[in-house]
């Protein structure tokens, strides 16, 4: 079992910035991949960016240059920078720990709002 906590989401203008955390407890050495995901009022949840246990990182084409994906090992703590936010942006964040197929988890979500 893996707990995963995030925190960090909020209102923000046009152009600004926030960072998104997520905590993990539990069985976190089973992980191979962090991730975000994000979703928009009556759709699927969409990728976002993703850490590998390596550290390889990726990202969908919508965020890249924008957002930036990274890690505390010592915390066990993933992080989302999220900058130059455009109102498309607004979404509820979610994380999500990736073991294998059919065995992931997923945070509680954190909710993005960028004003115009």
């Known amino acids: 079992q893996v707990q995963l906590v995030e925190s960090g989401g909020g209102l923000v203008q046009t152009g600004g910035s926030l960072r998104l955390s997520c905590a993990a407890s539990?069985?976190?050495?089973?992980?191979?991949?962090m991730n975000w995901y994000r979703q928009f009022p009556g759709k699927e949840r969409e990728f976002v960016a993703g850490?590998?246990?390596?550290?390889?990182?990726n990202y969908a084409d919508s965020v890249k240059g924008r957002f930036t994906i990274s890690r505390s090992i010592a915390k066990n703590t993933v992080y989302l920078q999220m900058d130059s936010l455009k109102p498309e942006d607004t979404a509820v964040y979610y994380c999500?720990?990736?073991?294998?197929?059919?065995?992931?988890?997923w945070g509680q979500g954190t909710q993005v709002t960028v004003s115009s």
């Open positions: 999500n720990a990736f073991m294998s197929r059919d065995n992931d988890y």
């Open positions: 850490i590998h246990f390596g550290g390889s990182r």
């Open positions: 539990g069985s976190i050495l089973s992980i191979n991949v």
